[in-house]
């Protein structure tokens, strides 16, 4: 009887078909790593000029030094519902309007031929991704 068994555990184990897998042609055969986005509100209302006329108003430390490591950062203004990037200079209200960033600050700037500001303050979004 215990034969029997034997030889039936043995015969079992020895049908089991092993499958030899290959990753398929152009696939991908690390683990996928999801994507995130990290959005910045911000609202200008800070400008300091400088010598050559420009207006910049500068957010300091906004962004996590970790956050732009291998990341696009793109800022844009929102104004009346509609986002602009301003990464280069873009017109605006009779000026040149554009942003930069560095590892941890963002900074607006303006340039007008106008003594004063023609706005009060500008609504910016940040968009790191």
Request: charged residues 15%; neutral net charge; proline residues 4%.
């Amino acid at each position: 009887m215990a034969m029997i068994a034997n030889a039936l555990i043995i015969s079992g184990l020895t049908s089991c078909k092993k499958e030899n897998l290959s990753p398929v042609s152009g696939g991908n055969t690390s683990p996928a790593v999801p994507t995130s986005t990290t959005t910045i509100n911000l609202v200008a209302y800070h400008w300091v000029k400088d010598a050559y006329g420009i207006y910049t108003n500068t957010f300091g430390g906004v962004i996590s030094p970790g956050n732009i490591n291998n990341h696009k950062v793109k800022i844009y203004l929102v104004e009346n519902g509609k986002e602009t990037q301003i990464n280069s200079f873009i017109s605006f209200m009779g000026g040149e309007l554009w942003a930069t960033n560095t590892q941890t600050d963002v900074e607006i700037n303006y340039r007008c031929s106008e003594q004063n500001l023609p706005f009060s303050h500008l609504v910016i979004k940040v968009v790191i991704e």
